[in-house]
T-cell receptor, first 114, second 111 residues
Framework: GAVVSQHPSWVICKSGTSVKIECRSL??????MFWYRQFPKQSLMLMAT?????????EQGVEKDKFLINHASLTLSTLTVTSAHPEDSSFYIC??????????FGEGSRLTVL | KQEVTQIPAALSVPEGENLVLNCSFT??????LQWFRQDPGKGLTSLLL?????REQTSGRLNASLDKSSGRSTLYIAASQPGDSATYLC??????????FGTGTSLTVIP
């Protein structure tokens, strides 16, 4: 299957700093990527849909200024958690859809804000 | 809004048993349905994709069926192994770009 790579897999930062997470489609072009957040023992919560060359579409309740998404190329989308606080600590996962419809996920990025 | 439910939430079986995981959805107007497994602290691995026009898909010991009219899908795992222990998630894609995920079934296969 297609490969989606996420980096970093684990990041620890101080409160108030910003953290960038990258999501790359390695062997296909993805005009659309998705960003999710997952709390322990819970399912995925869609945060936003990232569209190449245009603004991301955020789900209700997700702060656009807090979670900045950039999808500058067909193979890369980034999520920046700005001025991170302990409550932002979570597991963030990206996914991308291949043209025939199958969804592939990155390995996830665990963010811990001290 | 589409709602996706997975039953049971947790399942524990001895090695070698065949098992069935269930996924139900409220809106039958779907584009496709996909089954994933997630290991602790990891991303999701795609297992099977069933397009809305298909009834089932098979991959190795896994077989997934889709009954759109009744809003149900099942994932059948034959001859379960300890390595099958993981959380299994189903996801339904609506006719737009939206994907709706179930809450998952946590499977433990006991050696």
């Amino acid at each position: 299957g297609a490969v989606v790579s996420q980096h970093p897999s684990w990041v620890i930062c101080k409160s108030g700093t910003s953290v960038k997470i990258e999501c790359r489609s390695l062997d296909f072009q993805a005009t659309t990527m998705f960003w999710y957040r997952q709390f322990p023992k819970q399912s995925l919560m869609l945060m936003a849909t990232s569209n190449e060359g245009s603004k991301a579409t955020y789900e209700q309740g997700v702060e656009k200024d807090k979670f900045l998404i950039n999808h500058a190329s067909l193979t890369l989308s980034t999520l920046t958690v700005t001025s991170a606080h302990p409550e932002d600590s979570s597991f963030y996962i990206c996914s991308a859809r291949v043209p025939y419809g199958e969804l592939f996920f990155g390995e996830g990025s665990r963010l811990t804000v001290l | 809004k589409q709602e996706v439910t997975q039953i049971p939430a947790a399942l524990s079986v001895p090695e070698g048993e065949n098992l069935v995981l269930n996924c139900s959805f409220t809106d039958s107007a779907i584009y496709n349905l996909q089954w994933f497994r997630q290991d602790p602290g990891k991303g999701l691995t795609s297992l099977l994709l069933i397009q809305s026009s298909q009834r089932e898909q098979t991959s190795g010991r896994l077989n997934a069926s889709l009954d759109k009219s009744s809003g149900r899908s099942t994932l059948y795992i034959a001859a379960s192994q300890p390595g099958d222990s993981a959380t299994y998630l189903c996801a339904v894609r609506g006719t737009g770009n939206q994907f709706y995920f179930g809450t998952g079934t946590s499977l433990t296969v006991i050696p």
